[in-house]
């Protein structure tokens, strides 16, 4: 998140009434730690001088420019009075019609103990520093700046014209996932962010979690369920010259980056679960054999994108079909142990496929109504019991289904999960 300094008076007090009541209480001060023009500041008892100079090499493994001269300050505070991760602030001024760079830029991180490890705050960190990078880049340039930023070179590339962008945080229709700070700030992070910025969860399909015993996820958040928070426009990866325009602002070139052939998901197919629920199964193919690629399953309510539930995460060398949905096995003394997950209405289900660079795609997406799709299972189960009486018994058909109109439906309940070794950075349980 940001807040800008510049052309808005109003903004002004409020910085000033919100630094002020960070500071009321003189609140103390556990660590510091400066290296050039950067000192970063704890006021949060987790996070000591030794991890405040682990956290600035994580700072510089996020791509970074002559921009990172600019950057003052880093400020860790315990929690969050805000109810906010974390708050960027720019030192820009306006002079004679051109935009000046100042050098007292700085960024707040919020929740300190709870976010008190490098993997846990990177993201965050990333996503802030994004601001910074795009904001001092954009104005050295082209001269823009937010409320200009609509005749931006990023703007014609990231193809957001025509679309419900916001320029002007004081918009009365304002929607955080539409402002192009946010959007630039997640780009920023999909593309040039650290790999501790862009880790993945090692997420299991729903027969793994039941023969480990484990629960459905609860509000999972990972970098490979929800790359990033807008999920209407494309990933930045898929957004063809966004990674060259981004290094081009901080005068970098390198080769251009080469999207891969995006696998296609076949069609759902069911079968009944030992408690009489649909289980569901899902495949695709690999059309990339020369290169070792994570892929993530995800599937949301089709009137509801922003909240993703993982299925399951696999490399490309594993067999390429999860299995979702309910899932039942018989215990040894005879009894059915289940997970139940019904769903009603139309979902999407969606591949993220990540490259070994950390780049993520997005496959076409493929929607079923689960309603239609659970009653043909279930009727093609019935059917094939009442044939066994007189024939051997048969497996259930496969069942295509097609998408129909989005009805209300509540999402499905998603945490967190194990590891794909060394291939991919994975974030701990913990």
């Known amino acids: 998140m940001k807040i800008f300094k510049i052309n808005i008076l109003s903004i002004f007090f409020i910085i000033f009434l919100?630094?002020?009541?960070?500071?009321?209480?003189?609140?103390?001060?556990?660590?510091?730690?400066?290296?050039?023009?950067?000192?970063?500041?704890?006021?949060?008892?987790?996070?000591?001088?030794?991890?405040?100079?682990?956290?600035?090499?994580?700072?510089?493994?996020?791509?970074?420019?002559?921009?990172?001269?600019?950057?003052?300050?880093?400020?860790?505070?315990?929690?969050?009075?805000?109810?906010?991760?974390?708050?960027?602030?720019?030192?820009?001024?306006?002079?004679?019609?051109?935009?000046?760079?100042?050098?007292?830029?700085?960024?707040?991180?919020?929740?300190?103990?709870?976010?008190?490890?490098?993997?846990?705050?990177?993201?965050?960190?990333?996503?802030?520093?994004?601001?910074?990078?795009?904001?001092?880049?954009?104005?050295?340039?082209?001269?823009?700046?937010?409320?200009?930023?609509?005749?931006?070179?990023?703007?014609?590339?990231?193809?957001?014209?025509?679309?419900?962008?916001?320029?002007?945080?004081?918009?009365?229709?304002?929607?955080?996932?539409?402002?192009?700070?946010?959007?630039?700030?997640?780009?920023y992070v999909q593309l040039l962010g650290s790999s501790n910025a862009r880790l993945s969860y090692d997420y299991k399909s729903v027969d793994e979690l039941l023969k480990a015993n484990e629960k459905p996820y609860e509000n999972p958040s990972s970098f490979n369920?929800?790359?990033?928070?807008?999920?209407?426009?494309?990933?930045?990866?898929?957004?063809?010259?966004?990674?060259?325009?981004?290094?081009?602002?901080?005068?970098?070139?390198?080769?251009?980056?080469?999207?891969?052939?995006?696998?296609?998901?076949?069609?759902?197919?069911g079968t009944v679960a030992l408690n009489q629920e649909p289980t569901y199964n899902i495949s695709w193919n690999n059309p990339n054999k020369d290169e070792v690629f994570e892929y993530t399953l995800v599937m949301y309510p089709d009137n509801n994108p922003f909240v993703p539930y993982p299925l399951k995460t696999l490399t490309s060398k594993e067999p390429l079909n999860v299995t979702f949905g309910s899932y039942s096995v018989k215990q040894k003394d005879g009894s059915i142990k289940s997970i139940s997950q019904k769903y009603e209405g139309n979902y999407t289900l969606k591949l993220y496929i990540k490259d070994s660079s950390g780049f993520i795609y997005a496959s076409e997406p493929l929607t079923s109504n689960f309603t239609q799709l659970s009653k043909n299972i279930l009727s093609s189960n019935k059917n094939n019991k009442d044939v066994s009486k007189d024939k051997p018994k048969k497996p259930s058909e496969n069942i295509i289904e097609k998408p129909s109109a989005s009805p209300d439906v509540k999402p499905i309940g998603p945490s967190s999960s194990g590891s794909l070794g060394d291939l991919f950075y994975l974030t701990s349980k913990k």
């Open 225 to 269: 369920l929800k790359p990033q928070l807008n999920p209407y426009i494309p990933l930045a990866a898929d957004t063809e010259g966004l990674y060259n325009y981004l290094l081009k602002i901080a005068n970098f070139t390198v080769a251009l980056p080469k999207i891969p052939d995006k696998p296609k998901l076949n069609n759902i197919t």
């Open 18 to 187: 919100f630094k002020t009541n960070i500071f009321a209480d003189n609140p103390k001060i556990y660590a510091t730690y400066k290296a050039n023009n950067l000192t970063i500041t704890s006021y949060s008892k987790s996070w000591t001088e030794n991890m405040l100079k682990d956290l600035y090499t994580e700072l510089l493994n996020n791509f970074h420019g002559d921009e990172f001269n600019y950057l003052s300050n880093i400020y860790i505070y315990p929690n969050s009075p805000e109810g906010v991760n974390a708050l960027y602030y720019d030192n820009i001024y306006l002079e004679d019609g051109k935009y000046v760079l100042g050098d007292n830029a700085y960024i707040n991180l919020y929740n300190g103990e709870r976010y008190n490890t490098i993997p846990k705050i990177a993201y965050t960190l990333s996503h802030e520093y994004g601001h910074h990078y795009m904001i001092y880049n954009l104005v050295q340039s082209e001269n823009v700046y937010y409320h200009n930023l609509k005749s931006s070179n990023y703007v014609k590339i990231r193809n957001l014209d025509g679309l419900p962008v916001i320029y002007d945080s004081n918009s009365e229709d304002y929607l955080y996932h539409w402002d192009i700070m946010e959007i630039m700030a997640d780009d």
